[in-house]
């Protein structure tokens, strides 16, 4: 299986600050046949279900706030909230579906404000 | 709209068996893959089970397998997730969630909690 590693674990960034996720995958989710990344990332609020943000590692979710980017390629990968708001405390998760069907998520970064 | 709504999930001895079911409306159901995912009380996000759009290709965790049967009625737009031999680390939320053109989860369930104990 492909192991997901997220950092840090938990989060604490002031309103209007950036925000910034790491996300590690133990082999590349690069397919080079077409040249995208097999990664999603996901924010959860408590007592929600998670909601899909970005997926193909860049591209954002039809109706997610265009202050949600991500970035990079192969095994390393960025989730960035450019300005931090009140709305935003949750925590995410990164996924791997390059695998898929055996799809695996990161630990999780919860995300607080300071 | 796509709406996936998960039903099923109560208090079970271990050993028991659930049959959990997720019903989906707003889209063509027969024309995409699902998928189980489940979150224990206070944790991370664990990947179970997934079936093909038209059933025929499952697949399974390690943690499940041989346990638990995944399913599909696309006449009746329901996914199922039949839970055998439960024990107490089967506890938590399950969700059903869609595979979108990415393959990334694009719609998910509220849940259904499942709770083993006795």
């Known amino acids: 299986d492909i192991v997901m590693t997220q950092s840090p674990d938990s989060l604490a960034v002031s309103l209007g600050e950036r925000a910034t996720i790491n996300c590690k995958s133990s082999?590349?989710?690069?397919?080079?046949?077409?040249?995208?990344?097999?990664l999603a990332w996901y924010q959860q609020k408590p007592g929600q279900p998670p909601k899909l943000l970005i997926y193909?590692?860049?591209t954002r979710e039809s109706g997610v706030p265009d202050r949600f980017s991500g970035s990079g390629s192969g095994t390393d990968f960025t989730l960035t909230i450019s300005s931090l708001q009140a709305e935003d405390v949750a925590v995410y998760y990164c996924q791997q579906y390059y695998s898929s069907p055996s799809i695996t998520f990161g630990q999780g970064t919860r995300l607080e404000i300071k | 709209e796509v709406q996936l709504v998960e039903s099923g999930g109560h208090l079970v001895q271990p050993g028991g068996s659930l049959r959990l079911s997720c019903a989906a409306s707003g889209f063509t159901f027969s024309s995409y893959a699902m998928h189980w995912v489940r979150q224990a009380p206070g944790k991370g996000l664990e990947y179970v089970s997934a079936?093909?759009?038209?059933?025929?290709?499952?697949y399974y965790a390690n943690s499940v397998k041989g346990r638990f049967t995944i399913s599909k009625d696309n006449s009746k737009n329901t996914l199922f997730l039949q839970m055998g031999s439960l024990r107490a680390e089967d506890m938590a939320v399950y969700y059903c969630?869609?595979?979108?053109?990415?393959?990334?989860?694009?719609?998910w369930g509220q849940g259904t909690m499942v709770t083993v104990s006795s």
């Open positions: 193909w590692a860049s």
């Open positions: 969630a869609r595979a979108g053109s990415s393959g990334a989860f694009d719609f």
């Open positions: 079936i093909s759009s038209n059933g025929g290709s499952t």
């Open positions: 082999q590349s989710v690069l397919y080079s046949s077409n040249n995208k990344n097999y």
